[in-house]
């Protein structure tokens, strides 16, 4: 069974950066697309960014492209996000996501807070 754990949540000042890590477990990370997706309080849960096994392509949501980076050490079973000149709309709970076949499995979430 697949588990991920993310970590590297919390507060920032608006303009500062946060990089959040997620181990994967349990099966053989190359088979796996990952993703980053958030949920803010009483919104729906959204992607954020994507990276397939080989890291020759990712994808961002438009709200994060050129602040956001995705990026994996299949050495390592990691997958980080860093997230550079953050704001306050991405204030959120941020979740870890690997998919293949349809299947998708989902770590527990780390809270993110960007406030002055």
């Known amino acids: 069974q697949v588990h991920l754990v993310e970590s590297g949540g919390g507060s920032v000042q608006p303009g500062g950066s946060l990089r959040l890590s997620c181990l994967f477990s349990g099966g053989t990370v190359t088979d796996y697309a990952m993703g980053w997706f958030r949920q803010a309080p009483e919104k729906e849960r959204e992607f954020v960014a994507g990276i397939n096994w080989s890291s020759k392509s990712t994808s961002y949501e ?3 492209k050129g602040r956001f980076t995705i990026s994996r050490d299949n050495t390592k079973n990691t997958v980080y996000l860093q997230m550079n000149n953050m704001k306050s709309e991405d204030t959120a709970v941020y979740y870890c996501n690997a ?3 349809g299947t998708n499995y ?4 780390t809270q993110v807070t960007v406030s002055s």
Request: proline fraction near 0%.
């Open 99 to 101: 998919e293949a076949g």
């Open 106 to 109: 989902w770590g527990q979430g």
């Open 62 to 64: 438009n709200a994060v």
